[in-house]
């Protein structure tokens, strides 16, 4: 650590702060965040929008952090899991105001004065009610509903409930207690960001993983980043995964289309983004129907097979593939209309509409071609009992693409090229999203090793010079972009976004394939964004983020590939960790 270190890791791996830094928090239906400093807590509620702000008296360090858990000395928030209700303990309050729109995009209303009905006060809104009560032994407890009667079920609870409810939790994310304090911390923040994206409606039936806590007006759950969040849910809530197929499998057309997530509001909030994605022309042209968050991404239909592979090799669960066996086929079909020069490879056109969603990537992308082998895999290997013919196809194309892959898409420097066709524009700088041919064993074991290496020395900040920050991080792709016009936004900035930060679920993949081939340095993606993090007083597990720019959100699902990276490769990680190996 730094001299200038915001945060530091305990050794029973909660984090402490002697300055207040933002608290971000997510439970089923609960989320916001909590700045010590001003006094302020911001309230929404999945499937509702933002809720309220309540005001308290700002709060003294030092500060101890932990999943939906802030201690001050005398002052805590404590977060249930059960009811969307949460504890403040030590404070005095000031003031409730509640919320004006539902989000930046709903219409502003005007706001009901609070009401007081003896110890509470009331915020309502037109799409939901806050309750704050201030108890008889001065703690404040509230609670928010899509309806008075769900905040009500959440004020019923007892502080010592909420507590326990609370640190229930913390101590599930605990899943590597044998490990010092940076990468039991770092486990403890991963594992949360994975469980606290499972997502819960009024009635308590799932509705969906959340990306992170600021994706979440409007309401919607993603393929892709759903499909990373879950590796680690694979292990922690197998049922949650058959839930998000059976609810991603609604936002597929019948031919094998789809979004890059499927909304979820509830009917207000659904209400007020209906109309304005009506009446935007720039968003009714990108989200083509009501259920459509970004109509069309390239990667979404194969990550909804992989899903499906993935629970159905964990579980032994087949019926979450014959279920869903026509839209399976849909979607090979489909993406069969790609492989536009026969060589098994699909051909993406040139749009921003995949995990790179700030870049025009067209031709062979390495990364979707990754995942389009990985599915077809999957139906080949899983889909031969439902139709032997179709497997036979897609056991005949994975072939092909794998004879082709290498002449098509190997770069002379020994890597996979980002994206292009050869003859025409290559883009064939080194990206860790390319190692999805590795995950879905697209390459050999030896070509795998030879690809993790050049990662190692270039992509591993600590080992690149050319890069003028330092060691800081795990690029995403280095160098950065050659052709400006090919990205947009954030991503036209070098190390910025796709264009070379470091994106912590990233950092877990690549973990995660050092891990499986047998290579020493897993240890380094799983904890340096962490180390990152900590020095900079980022508390919950960080979007992305780069040296010179500022970082993403917190709390983000997908970072919860560093737990699944443990969970899946526990025994090798404890090993380590037991004979000293591992740098804390």
Known sequence: M??????????????????????AFMAPRLQGDFYPDEGRLKL?????????NIFVEAWDGPFVHAPNRLVAGACAVHVAQTAPVLLLRGARLKAVRPARRCAWWGRLTTPEKVRREGARRMATTPWGVTIVETRADGDIVIAAGASRAEAERGLALSAAEII????????RCDILPSAGPLMRSMAVQSA?????????AEDGRFLGLAAGQAYSAPTRTYYRDGYWTLQALLFLEPQVVRDQIDLLATGIQPDGE??????????????????????????KMEHLRSTDWWSDHFDSPLFFILTIGDYVRVTGDVTALSDHWKTVEAIFRRYQGFDLYSTGLAVKPRHDRDWADNVYRHGYVAYDVGLWIGALDVIATQGAALDAALAGEARALAEKARANLDEAMLTPDGWYQDYGLKGEFVEDHLTLDSLTLLRFDAVSS???????GHAERLLETRNNDRQPYGDWGVMCAWPPFRRPADTRAKSAFA?????????????????????????DGWDYPLTRWWRTSLENGWIGSVEYFSPPFARGSLLQGWTGMHAAAILEHRATIEAAIAAGRVAD
């Open 2 to 23: 730094t001299e200038t270190t915001l945060a530091f890791a305990r050794p029973d791996g909660l984090v402490e702060t002697a300055h207040p830094v933002q608290m």
């Open 44 to 52: 929404s509620l999945w499937g509702c929008g933002q809720m309220a």
């Open 164 to 171: 326990a409810e609370c640190a229930a939790h913390v101590a």
């Open 192 to 200: 949360h960001a994975s469980l606290s994206s499972i997502r819960r």
């Open 258 to 283: 789809a979004p890059s997530g499927v909304i979820l509001t509830g009917p207000k909030q659904g209400e007020e983004w209906e109309r304005f994605r009506v009446n935007s022309a720039e968003y």
């Open 446 to 452: 030896e070509r795998a090793r030879t690809v993790l």
């Open 495 to 519: 190390y910025r976004y796709h264009n070379g930060a470091d994106w912590p679920y990233l950092s877990g993949l690549y973990a995660e394939q050092r891990l499986k081939f047998g290579l």
